[in-house]
C-alpha cells in the first residue's frame, strides 16, 4: 500500500519561512517524479512544484518561482519543499504527489499517488 505522509505544515507570519517534507512508502522512491500540489478554500487545486526522479530537473508554478524549492532524497524516500518569503496567498492545504512516470508532473492528470494535505496559514 502506498503511503505520501506530509508534515511541516503550521501558523507562519507572511514573509518567514516554512519546510514541508513528505515521507513515501510502498513504492520503489527513485522511480517516481514527486510533486506539491495546494487547494485553497474555495479553490481547485493547482499545481505548485516537481522534481523528477533524479533530482535533476525541477519546475515551478509562476506564483512560487523564486521563492520555493523542491529537493528530494531517495535514500530516505523524502521529497521536501522549502518555502521563503511567504503571502497570505499561500495559505492552502498542500498536497504530496507521487508521478506517473519519472519525468515531471505537469498537472494533476500526471498524479498517480496523493498524500492527504498539510495546512499551511500565512497571516498578515
Not at 519546510?19 to 481547485?44: D, H, I, N
Not at 535533476?56 to 521536501?80: C, E, L, P
Request: net charge positive; hydrophobic share 35%; aromatic share 12%.
Amino acid at each position: 500500500q502506498v503511503q505520501l505522509v506530509e508534515s511541516g505544515g503550521g501558523l507562519v507570519q507572511a514573509g518567514g519561512s516554512l519546510r514541508f517534507s513528505c515521507v513515501a512508502s510502498g513504492l520503489t522512491f527513485s522511480g517516481y517524479a514527486m510533486g506539491w500540489f495546494r487547494q485553497a478554500p474555495g479553490k481547485e487545486r493547482e499545481f505548485v512544484a516537481t522534481i523528477n526522479w533524479s533530482g535533476d530537473y525541477t519546475y515551478y508554478a509562476d506564483s512560487v518561482k523564486g521563492r520555493f524549492t523542491i529537493s528530494r532524497d531517495n535514500a530516505k524516500n523524502t521529497v521536501y519543499l522549502h518555502m521563503d518569503s511567504l503571502k497570505p496567498e499561500d495559505t492552502a492545504v498542500y498536497f504530496c504527489a507521487a508521478g506517473a512516470n519519472t519525468g515531471l508532473i505537469r498537472s494533476r492528470d500526471g498524479v498517480k499517488y496523493w498524500g492527504k494535505g498539510t495546512l499551511v496559514t500565512v497571516s498578515s
